[in-house]
Structure formats: structure tokens, C-alpha cells
């Protein structure tokens, strides 16, 4: 069965009247290393709907990242199940949570992870140039993006010729452009002074209040806090302190 589009999801939700979009039910993950087992998760159960901008918060080795790329697809649980948009993809094949991550998840990164040889157009359309987009709906979608965040006047500038700020607006752009279901991002700020981390904040609170987007940020940063819609606080694997 595949992932429905983007309004194939709001036709759903209106006739069904559920605005879930990932729901995780009693996830753990264990690790191997050597004779030892890391718990990274320990039974994580939480529903997120459509238009949340969720924060993750809790100490480097809390368990955010792991839940991050459970949720994204990355990885998968050692127990329990994932749901997106009421499919269970834990138990899917390589092949398909390869496709559920091109089509219905966005990615942000603390380092950015642009290519540096590309101008920020190249870099947001270059997802839909691989899935085979023509040419002049690869444009309209990237630019479109590049605009809701504010950088359709450095559409053609390389990395090396924007701040940190903007080439982590780029990175989001290019998170924005396929339309997903729930977009994930990893310490965003991280690299970023306080200043330009609020504003990319406040970014992902508008295209999440404005645009409907579901977001959620793994973040050190107590400032996320102010943005969100909440904050699930995390502790030796579990989700310890929430809505």
C-alpha cells in the first residue's frame, strides 16, 4: 500500500476526522556492543498530529536521535511499532521505508549537509531531479519552498556566500519541498548563535501554525520551548516529562 499525497492525507483526515500522524507504540531499541546491551529506547508510546510542532529535550544520549531515526525510517524498533498515518512501516522492507524517506519525510541536520558546489535552487530541487520531476515543476516546488523561507533572492548563491542561517533556511527548503508528511530535525540550531537559532525557530514555528506542517526537533536548546506547541522531555530512553 502506498503513502497518499499530500492532499490525498487532507482528504483522509476530513472524512475520517483523524489528524494523527505518527503514533509509536511501546518502541524499544536495543543495541549490541560486544557482550553489552545499550537500551537507546524503552518503551516509547506518543501520538503527534498534523500541524504539531513538538519538541524533543533531554541530555546527549537521552534517546532523541534514536527516536528521531526510528520515526524517519532510519532504523528500526527492536520492539513495537511505528505508524504513519495509521500504516505500520516498522516491519517494512529497506525498499519501502526508502521510499516513505524520499516521499513523506523531511530532513534537517545540524551541519546542514548542502552540496557545496550547488547553488541553493540546485540544492532544494535536487530530491525531485532524482525521483524524476520535469523540469518546470522542479522549479515552481523549489521555489515555492526557497520562499516560505524567506531566500528566493539567493536562490542562485552558493553555500560558501550565505551565513549559517540562511544555508540552514536552504536546508529546510529542501526538507519542505516533496510536501511530507512530518519533518524531523536534529539540533538544528546547533551550529548556529542565538540570535539566528531563534529566528530559525520561530521559521519552523510559522510553517508549522501557517503552512500545517508536523514538526519535530530534537534540540538541546531550552529556547525551543517559547516556539513549540510542546516539549516531551526525554531521560535514559523514555519520554519522562510531557503533554
Do not use: C
Amino acid at each position: 500500500m502506498s503513502i497518499p499525497t499530500r492532499t490525498e492525507r487532507a482528504k483522509t483526515m476530513t472524512e475520517t476526522d483523524s489528524n494523527v500522524v505518527i503514533r509509536s507504540v511501546d518502541v524499544t531499541r536495543v543495541y549490541r556492543v560486544d557482550r553489552l546491551e545499550v537500551h537507546a529506547l524503552r518503551g516509547i508510546n506518543l501520538k503527534i498530529e498534523r500541524g504539531e510542532f513538538v519538541a524533543l529535550m533531554g541530555r546527549s544520549g537521552s534517546g532523541k536521535t534514536t527516536l528521531l531515526n526510528i520515526i524517519g525510517a532510519l532504523d528500526h524498533p527492536t520492539t513495537g511499532e511505528i505508524y504513519l498515518y495509521d500504516q505500520e512501516i516498522s516491519g517494512f522492507s529497506d525498499r519501502k521505508l526508502t521510499e516513505i524517506r524520499r516521499n513523506s519525510i523531511g530532513f534537517v541536520f545540524q551541519s546542514f549537509a548542502l552540496m557545496p558546489t550547488m547553488s541553493a535552487f540546485e540544492n532544494v530541487e535536487l530530491s525531485l531531479r532524482l525521483i524524476g520531476v520535469g523540469r518546470r515543476e522542479r522549479r515552481r516546488r523549489a521555489m515555492e519552498s526557497l520562499e516560505l523561507v524567506g531566500l528566493t533572492r539567493w536562490a542562485n548563491h552558493r553555500p560558501h556566500e550565505m551565513s549559517g542561517g540562511q544555508q540552514q533556511r536552504v536546508a529546510i527548503a529542501r526538507a519542505l519541498v516533496n510536501q511530507p508528511s512530518v519533518i524531523l530535525a536534529d539540533e538544528p540550531t546547533g551550529e548556529l548563535d542565538s540570535t539566528t537559532g531563534s529566528s530559525i525557530m520561530q521559521l519552523f514555528q510559522t510553517i508549522s501554525n501557517e503552512e500545517h506542517y508536523t514538526i519535530i526537533m530534537a534540540s538541546h536548546d531550552p529556547t525551543v520551548q517559547e516556539y513549540a506547541d510542546y516539549t516531551l522531555h526525554m531521560a535514559d530512553g523514555q519520554i519522562v516529562n510531557g503533554r
